[in-house]
C-alpha cells in the first residue's frame, strides 16, 4: 500500500533587505493543522545607557518566525532561533531572539515609540503578536520642585511638596526622614500618596527633623535638597499660685511659670507678667505719716521715669516711621530678586521718603538713585530660606525695567504689558466709551465683514497637559485651561460657544440676564484643577444693589443654581470685576449670569449706537438707534444685524446707566438743519416703557427714525440724538456724516489681538512665565507664622472673600494665579502682581538702616554680568 503525500508550497517574505511587504502562503494544505499560538509575546523594554535590549517570542506550531520593526521586516541574519517540540502535542515550538540597540531608536524618528512584533507561519497562515515599545530610559538630574522647609505649630498641617525629575520610565517617589525611609502604612497620620507629596495631618514634637524626596527608576536614584521642619510649642501659663501672707510692706504676691507646656523647638514664650502683688491690709503692718509720705514720693518718681521713657519710645518710633519708605523700597526688593535695576527718588516732604532716620529734611533737594543693589536681608530667616524664588535668574535676558519684571526674569514677552488697550472696543474687560475728538473719529473703523452671522459663535482647539487660553474673539468670552488640568499624554478638544437671540434662561419677575449663554465642552469630561470661565455683564457691580447669580444648564433643559456671586462655597468660585464675572469650574456645560435687583438704585449699563443708511427712495434716510447691554458680544450681534441692512455706523456708541426705578426711555432727534431735512411727523421722540427695556428677552431694542432731504444736492447730514431715561441719566450722540458711499466716514473700533489668535496653547498662552509661576507657587503655599502665605497673595491681589475656596485647592497659589491670568489676559499687566508681591515684602521688611552712602555707590559689575 503506497502512502501517497500532498505537496504544499508556501512563499515566506523577503526577509533579507528592507521589503516591508508581508506574503501569505500561495495554497492551503488539505492536512489539518491550527493557526500558530503565541506561548511568549514581546514585552515592552527600556534601553539603559548603552546597553541593547533582547526582544523574544515563542509560538506553536511555528515553521518560521520573524520580527518586524517599525513596518519593516528585520533582516534575517539579525535573528536567532531555536526550534523544539511539545512533549504534549508533538507539535513544532519555536523561540526567536533580536537585539535592540540604543542607535537603532534613536535613529528613529516617526509620529510614536520604536515598536517591534512577531510575525509566526504554520501550514494555515499566519499569527502576529503584540506590538511591543522599545524606548530609551533616562532621568534628569533637577528634580522640578524640591521640598521647603518650614516651621509648625504642633498638630498642625505639615505638607511637603515634591515633583521628581523628567524621567522615562517615571521615577517612583520615596521620602527619607533623617535619611530613614517613611513608610506610611505604619503611621495613619502620614500620607505620601498625594501626588508624591508628603502629608502629616497633625504635627507632633517627633515629626521635626530633615526630609528628603528620594525619585529612582530602572536608570538611577536622584535625592532632592532636604527641607528641615520644625514643630514647635507655645508655652501656655500655669495657674496662678495663692496669694503669700501680707508683709510687713502691706504687700502679698502669686506668681506663675510658663511650664503648661514650657516653649519647645523656638515656640514663643508665655506673654505677660509671671509676677503679680498687689496692696494688703490684714493688721499685721502699721503705716505712720512717714511712710506714707514715702510711698508717694517713691510713686512720684516712678511716674516721672515711665513718662520719660514713653517719651523716648514715642520719639524713637516717630524716626523710624520717617525712614519707613526706604526700608520698604530694600525688603520689597528682597522679595522680587537678589541684585536689580532700581530706580526711585526721594522728596523730602513729611515722612514717607527718608531714606534714613539719621538724614535730616530737605524740602528743596530731589535726588534720583540708579543702580543694582544687594538687597537680600541676612536676619531674615524667611527671605533665606525661600531663595528658589528670589536668587536672580543670571540666564534669562530682561528688556523691561519694572522690579518684578528684572528680578523674576521675564523674557521679551513682558513687553506686551505696555500695549494700551484704552478707546478701543470690542473689549473683554471694555470701559465706557470717553468722547473722542472729531478729528481722532477715524480711527475708529467698524469691520463689519469680520463679524459672524450665525446664531451661535463658536470656537475650537486641541489642548493638551500645557493648557492654553481659547476665545470668542471680539465677544468678551474667554476660557484659560490651567497647565496640568489634562492628564499628561492626553489631548482633548475643547470648545467654546455663545447662544445668540434669545437664551433659553427665561428670568423670573425683575430679575434680567446679565450677559450671554455660554457653553464650554464637552461636558463629560473633568478636569483636575480648575479652569477660568469669562463671561462679559452689564451690571454695575455694587453688593448693595444687585443679588448676582450663577446658573448652570442641566442635561434636561432646566436652569438651575450654581451660586450666588457672595456667597462662601468650595464647589465653584466667582469673581465679578466692573465688566466681566470670572469663574473658577471643575466641569463643563451651559452657564449664564442672572441679576436680582435689590433697590431701585441697581443700574443695567446699556450701550447706546446710532447706524444710518439710505432707503429705497434715494431722498429718504434711515436712522436706528440701539440700546443694547453693555457687553462686547451684544453689540457684535446689532453690528452683524446692520451690517445685512446696508447700515453705517455713525457714532462713538456711548454708555447709558439705565436705573431700575420704572421710569422709561426717551429718544429723540435734535437740532435737523431747517430747509436741508425734515423728520416724517409724530416720530421726533419716541419712548419706551420700562419694562420693554429693563427685562427685554428679545433681539436689541432699537428704534427707528425716517429723514427726508428736500433736494438730491444735500449730501451732508448733522443731527443729534438724545437717549435718557426719564428721571435718570442722558447721552447725546452728535451725527456729522456724509450719506453719500464714496464720502463717509468710517468709524473703526479695532478688534483685539484675540480675533487673530481665538487659541493659543502652553507657556505663549500665560502672562507669567512658568518657572516664575512656579516659585511663587513654592513660595507661598506654605503656611506662614507671619501671615505672609497664599491668604496674603490673594488679598493684595484684590480677592478678599471665599478664601475657604482656595484652602480646599492642593495649591492655594496657583488657582490664585490662575485668576490673575483670566482677569490680566487683554493688559497682561505684571505690574500689579509686582506690586502685589513688592507689598508683602514691605509688610514683612525688617531691614532698618541704609545709608545714603550705599546707595549712591552702588557696584555695576554683578548687574552688567548678568544683562541686567
Known amino acids: 500500500k503506497v502512502q501517497q503525500h500532498e505537496k504544499c508550497v508556501f512563499s515566506f517574505p523577503s526577509i533579507s533587505g528592507n521589503d516591508n511587504s508581508e506574503a501569505l502562503p500561495e495554497s492551503i494544505p488539505s492536512a489539518p493543522g491550527t493557526l500558530p499560538h503565541f506561548m511568549e509575546e514581546p514585552d515592552d523594554a527600556y534601553i539603559i545607557k548603552s546597553n541593547p535590549i533582547v526582544l523574544r517570542c515563542k509560538a506553536m506550531p511555528a515553521m518560521q518566525i520573524f520580527f518586524k520593526c517599525n513596518g519593516e521586516w528585520v533582516h534575517q541574519n539579525e535573528h536567532v532561533s531555536e526550534e523544539s517540540m511539545d512533549e504534549t502535542t508533538g507539535l513544532k515550538v519555536r523561540e526567536v531572539f533580536i537585539n535592540v540597540t540604543r542607535q537603532q531608536v534613536e535613529d528613529f524618528h516617526g509620529p510614536e515609540d520604536y515598536w517591534c512584533q512577531c510575525v509566526a507561519w504554520s501550514h494555515l497562515g499566519t499569527s502576529k503578536s503584540r506590538k511591543a515599545s522599545v524606548r530609551i530610559a533616562y532621568l534628569r538630574k533637577n528634580f522640578e520642585q524640591d521640598p521647603q522647609g518650614k516651621e509648625v505649630p504642633i498638630e498642625g498641617m505639615i505638607v511637603l511638596h515634591c515633583r521628581p525629575p523628567e524621567g522615562v520610565p517615571a521615577a517612583e517617589v520615596e521620602w527619607l526622614k533623617n535619611e530613614e525611609p517613611i513608610d506610611s502604612n505604619l503611621d495613619e497620620n502620614i500620607d505620601t500618596r498625594a501626588d508624591h507629596n508628603l502629608i502629616i495631618r ?50 502679698h504676691l502669686r506668681v506663675r511659670e510658663c511650664i503648661a507646656p514650657p516653649p519647645r523647638n523656638g515656640g514663643k514664650y508665655c506673654e505677660g507678667l509671671s509676677q503679680e502683688s498687689e496692696n494688703c491690709t490684714e493688721g499685721l503692718c502699721i503705716q505712720d505719716i512717714e511712710t506714707a509720705s514715702d510711698i508717694a514720693l517713691y510713686s512720684g518718681l516712678g511716674a516721672a521715669v515711665i513718662a520719660v521713657a514713653v517719651l523716648v519710645v514715642g520719639v524713637t518710633l516717630y524716626r523710624r516711621s520717617q525712614s519707613e519708605y526706604g526700608v520698604d523700597v530694600i525688603d520689597s526688593s528682597a522679595l522680587t530678586g537678589g541684585f536689580q535695576t532700581f530706580n526711585f527718588k526721594t522728596v523730602r516732604q513729611g515722612n514717607s521718603l527718608l531714606l534714613n532716620s539719621s538724614m535730616q529734611p530737605d524740602l528743596t533737594v530731589s535726588r534720583t538713585y540708579s543702580g543694582p543693589i544687594c538687597l537680600q536681608d541676612p536676619l531674615d530667616k524667611e527671605l533665606m530660606t525661600e531663595s528658589s524664588l528670589f536668587n536672580p535668574l543670571s540666564d534669562i535676558k530682561v528688556k523691561v525695567q519694572s522690579s518684578f519684571m528684572v528680578s523674576l526674569g521675564v523674557t521679551e514677552r513682558a513687553e506686551y504689558h505696555g500695549k494700551a488697550h484704552s478707546g478701543t472696543f470690542p473689549h473683554g474687560n471694555n470701559r465706557a466709551f470717553g468722547t473722542i475728538q472729531a478729528r481722532n473719529k477715524a480711527t475708529y473703523i467698524q469691520n463689519l465683514s469680520s463679524i459672524s452671522t450665525t446664531s451661535e459663535l463658536k470656537t475650537t482647539a486641541i489642548f493638551g497637559h500645557l493648557g492654553g487660553r481659547l476665545v470668542v474673539p471680539n465677544t468678551g468670552v474667554s476660557l484659560l485651561i490651567p497647565h496640568g488640568a489634562i492628564p499628561e499624554e492626553t489631548s482633548w478638544e475643547i470648545y467654546l460657544a455663545i447662544t445668540q437671540r434669545e437664551s433659553s434662561l427665561q428670568p423670573e419677575g425683575t430679575d434680567v440676564l446679565l450677559g450671554p449663554e455660554v457653553t464650554c465642552g464637552p461636558t463629560d469630561l473633568s478636569v483636575s484643577t480648575p479652569f477660568a470661565l469669562t463671561i462679559p455683564h452689564c451690571a454695575e457691580v455694587n453688593s448693595e444693589h444687585w443679588n448676582i447669580h450663577l446658573k448652570k444648564r442641566t442635561q ?84 452683524s444685524d446692520e451690517r445685512l441692512q446696508g447700515g453705517q455706523l455713525l457714532e462713538e456708541p456711548k454708555l447709558l446707566h439705565f436705573k431700575g426705578n420704572t421710569f422709561s426711555l426717551q429718544i429723540s432727534v435734535l437740532d435737523i438743519p431747517p430747509f436741508l431735512w425734515r423728520i416724517k411727523p409724530f416720530t421726533a421722540c419716541q419712548e419706551v416703557p420700562f419694562s420693554r427695556v429693563w427685562c427685554s428677552r428679545q433681539p436689541p431694542l432699537h428704534c427707528a427714525f425716517s429723514l427726508e432731504r428736500y433736494t438730491p444736492a444735500t449730501t451732508q447730514l448733522s443731527c443729534k440724538i438724545c437717549v435718557r431715561q426719564v428721571k435718570g441719566h442722558e447721552q447725546i450722540l452728535q451725527i456729522q456724516t456724509s450719506i453719500l458711499e464714496n464720502e463717509k466716514e468710517t468709524i473703526t473700533f479695532f478688534a483685539h489681538d484675540d ?81 502685589a508681591l513688592e507689598e508683602i515684602g514691605r509688610t514683612h521688611s525688617k531691614i532698618s538702616d541704609i545709608t545714603e552712602t550705599e546707595i549712591e555707590e552702588p557696584d555695576f559689575n554683578y548687574s552688567r554680568q548678568n544683562g541686567l
Open 202 to 251: 497633625q504635627a507632633r514634637l517627633s515629626d521635626s527633623g530633615n526630609y528628603t524626596c528620594m525619585a529612582a527608576n530602572i536608570v538611577a536614584k536622584r535625592r532632592s535638597m532636604s527641607a528641615t521642619v520644625v514643630v514647635y510649642v507655645d508655652g501656655n501659663w500655669e495657674v496662678w499660685s495663692e496669694w503669700s501672707v501680707c508683709s510687713p510692706e502691706c504687700e
Open 556 to 639: 434636561q433643559g432646566k436652569w438651575e443654581e450654581v451660586m450666588s456671586v457672595e456667597e462662601e462655597t468650595t464647589s465653584c468660585y466667582c469673581l465679578l470685576d466692573p465688566y466681566a464675572c470670572h469663574i473658577l469650574l471643575n466641569s463643563f456645560g451651559t452657564y449664564a449670569l442672572i441679576g436680582e435687583p435689590i433697590s431701585d438704585c441697581a443700574v443695567r449699563q446699556l450701550k447706546v449706537a446710532v447706524f444710518g443708511c439710505l432707503s429705497c427712495n434715494s431722498l429718504d434716510y434711515n436712522l436706528r438707534v440701539y440700546c443694547m447691554d453693555n457687553t462686547p458680544c451684544a453689540f457684535q450681534e446689532v453690528v
Open 755 to 835: 480675533s487673530n489668535f481665538p487659541a493659543q496653547m502652553g507657556p505663549k498662552a500665560f502672562k507669567i512665565p512658568y518657572s516664575i509661576r512656579q516659585r511663587i507657587c513654592a513660595t507661598f503655599d506654605t503656611p506662614n507664622a507671619k501671615g505672609k502665605d497664599w491668604q496674603m497673595l490673594a488679598q493684595k491681589n484684590s480677592i478678599n472673600r471665599n478664601l475657604s475656596y482656595f484652602a480646599t485647592q492642593s495649591s492655594p497659589s496657583a488657582v490664585i494665579l490662575d485668576l490673575w491670568e483670566a482677569r490680566h489676559q487683554h493688559d497682561g499687566d505684571l505690574d500689579s502682581l509686582a506690586c
